[in-house]
Structures are given as structure tokens and as C-alpha cells.
């Protein structure tokens, strides 16, 4: 169910296939629920506890990023610890410092990420070779 928003946009000068931001909510059977969706979408869900909320997060195939909102900072800790994801926000989203590993986990990527050492290290590759002497 769209409750903000969404339909087609388009763009001065450019083609493609764009979409005004929207606001959706429903069951987490739904595919806006379930996929990762690369546009300005949110999809709202409740919950009933904390509990409730971390699973409902981790029942995915995806993992690349996820956002905590809240006023107890000990609870947003708390819950960003416990989802799966490659980077977690407290009270923003896609805010990225240099140096900090940025990329997904599961179907979202390997972790390691941009923008730091690990992301060299993703594209690494040892080998040992060993001779007798």
C-alpha cells in the first residue's frame, strides 16, 4: 500500500525509468518488504517489542544497510548491534565517514566494502609458492 508519494517521474534532460519518493507500508510478504529497492522508497512495518522488530530485519536474503530512529541511545546501540546488515545508522542514513567499511552482507555483498583498507583487501590475493631447496 503506497501511503505517501510514488508513480512515475521523470527527469529534464534525462531518460530512464524514475520514480517520485514514496512511502509504503503492508505485510512483510510483500516484495517492497523483502527486496532491496535502489530509489527514495521506505517501507513502514510494525512491531510489537524490540525482539519483534531485530527479527523482522534479519528475515531477509539482503543485508546492505539499515537505520535505527530513536530517543534512548542505549536501545539504538543496542538494536543496531543486533541486525544483520554491512553498516548500520543511528538516527541518519547513508551518512559515510572515510575510512569506514561500507558494503553489504548475505545477497548484498561480502562485506568490506568502500572506502577503506578492507576494501583493498577485497581484491587481494595471497599466494604461497614453495620450492625445495
Not at 18 to 24: E, H, M, R, T
Not at 77 to 100: C, K, P, T, Y
Amino acid at each position: 500500500k503506497c501511503l505517501v508519494g510514488g508513480g512515475p517521474a521523470t527527469v529534464d534532460g534525462f531518460s530512464g525509468n524514475y520514480v517520485k519518493p514514496a512511502l509504503l507500508a503492508g505485510t512483510l510478504d510483500n516484495v517492497a518488504a523483502r527486496e532491496e529497492i535502489f530509489g527514495p522508497v521506505a517501507y513502514l512495518a510494525k512491531f510489537s517489542s524490540e525482539e519483534e522488530a531485530v527479527a523482522m530485519v534479519n528475515d531477509t536474503d539482503y543485508g546492505l544497510a539499515n537505520s535505527v530512529w530513536t530517543k534512548d541511545a542505549d536501545r539504538a546501540a543496542r538494536v543496531a548491534e543486533s541486525m544483520v546488515a554491512g553498516n548500520s545508522w543511528i538516527n541518519a542514513h547513508n551518512v559515510f565517514a572515510q575510512g569506514v567499511p561500507y558494503g553489504g552482507v548475505n545477497k548484498s555483498g561480502m562485506g568490506g566494502g568502500v572506502l577503506s583498507l578492507e576494501t583493498l583487501m577485497d581484491y587481494y590475493r595471497s599466494t604461497s609458492v614453495v620450492r625445495p631447496l
